[in-house]
Every structure is written in C-alpha cells, then in structure tokens.
C-alpha cells in the first residue's frame, strides 16, 4: 500500500464546475496535510494547508480533512481552464512529508 | 523577493561524471530539502537538512551527496555511482509544518 495515494486521472471537468480531489493515506500519526498545485514542466505551488478535521476554505478552494478516515480532499469551484494541472496531496509527520503521485485535471473550456 | 534559485536550469552529465546542483534560498528557512520527480512516480526524498552543518539522508540518498555550509545554500552533487539520474530535481524550504516553498527545479539527462 502506497503511504499517500491519488487517482492519477485525467479528471475532466467543465468550465464553471467544482473538481473534486481525493487522496488518502496510510500513517495514522500524520499531522499535516498540504495540497500542491504543479503545471506542466514546472515545480510544484503549495495551494492550501489543513491541520485539523473539517473544512478549511480559501478562496475558490476548499480542503477537507477526516482524520478517523484517513482522508483528505480538495474542491475547486467554478473551475478555470486556467485550473488544468497535475494536483499533489501531501501528508507530513514531523519533519518528514511524503508526497502522492498526482491528479491530472483538465478542465474544459 | 524571497525565494529559492536552483540553477542551471538544464545540466547535461557524460557518463561517470559528478555534477552539482546549486539550491539558494533567502526566505530564512531551516530547513531544507532535495526531491527528485520521474514521470508517474511523484517526489521523492534524497535528502533533507534541518540545520546548518547536519544533514539526514531521505529515501533515494544512494549516489547522491550534500553539504550544507551555510543556512541560505544547500547544494546536491549527483556521483556517477548514480545510474539512473536523468530526471528533475527540486530543491524546497520550509518552516516547521508550514508546506514547502520550491525553487524552479534542474532538468538533468545522462548524454
């Protein structure tokens, strides 16, 4: 089992949808969790944080965290062509942070 | 601006050739971090650095090395007992807990 796992996509969505995002993980004593946004040929762009369960929301974004379910998610609403990257879920434990592979989303126009 | 400045943006190596990347941050972070990302694979750790004058090897250290000299650089040499070292190379800071800030990262192919 894979400690941080992502469905690699592609996830299309239309322009003006929400995307929604998952990711879990395998270590029960992760302490954070970050969702990294990375376009193409460039490095990743941390986008949100979240520490505790629940929602946090900023702006567009939306991360949700459900630690008993070893779960974490990301919602984009009204979702931009300018959206369309590969999405990197993050969980940390002290100084370690471990990274999933990735969710391809293309949002179309 | 605060930032991380990884260069050479491309680096090409002959076979059994050393090669180092260099990776200057000024944000005043402790920590810093080297990651290498291959097609599907994700990030993965090489190694990391907490401190000046310490360093912790990370989960793909073999064929690499590191020093950290001073708090603001942290540079990486790929060895040539690196086989396999085509691939892109991401240096971050951090502080504690706070996510990583990453530089633009060093595409490195074997010629």
């Known amino acids: 089992q894979k400690e941080v796992e992502q469905n690699s996509g592609p996830l299309s969505v239309p322009e003006g949808a929400i995307a929604s995002l998952n990711c879990t993980y395998s270590?029960?004593?992760?302490?954070?969790f970050f969702w990294y946004r990375q376009y193409s040929g460039k490095s990743p762009e941390l986008i949100m944080f979240?520490?505790?369960?629940g929602d946090k929301e900023d702006g567009r974004f939306t991360a949700q965290l459900n630690k008993a379910s070893q779960y974490v998610s990301l919602l984009i609403r009204d979702s931009q062509p300018s959206d369309s990257a590969t999405y990197l879920c993050?969980?940390?434990?002290?100084?370690?942070?471990?990274f999933g592979t990735g969710t391809k989303l293309q949002v179309i126009p | 601006d605060g930032g991380i400045t990884q260069s050479p943006k491309y680096l090409f190596r002959k076979e059994g050739q050393n090669v180092t990347l260099s990776c200057e941050q000024n944000?005043?972070?402790?920590?810093m971090y080297w990651y290498r990302q291959d097609p599907g694979q994700g990030l993965r750790l090489i190694y990391y650095?907490?401190?000046?004058?310490?360093?912790q090897k990370g989960d793909i250290a073999e064929g690499y090395s590191v020093s950290r000299e001073k708090k603001e650089s942290f540079p990486l040499t790929v060895t040539s007992a690196q086989k396999n070292p085509t691939a892109f190379y991401l240096c971050?800071?951090?502080?504690?807990?706070?996510?990583?800030?990453f530089g633009s990262g060093t595409r490195l192919t074997v010629v």
């Open positions: 993050a969980v940390g434990r002290y100084q370690k942070v471990t």
């Open positions: 270590d029960r004593g992760s302490q954070s």
């Open positions: 944000l005043n972070h402790d920590a």
């Open positions: 971050a800071s951090s502080r504690t807990a706070y996510g990583y800030t």
């Open positions: 650095s907490q401190i000046v004058n310490d360093f």
């Open positions: 979240i520490y505790s369960n």
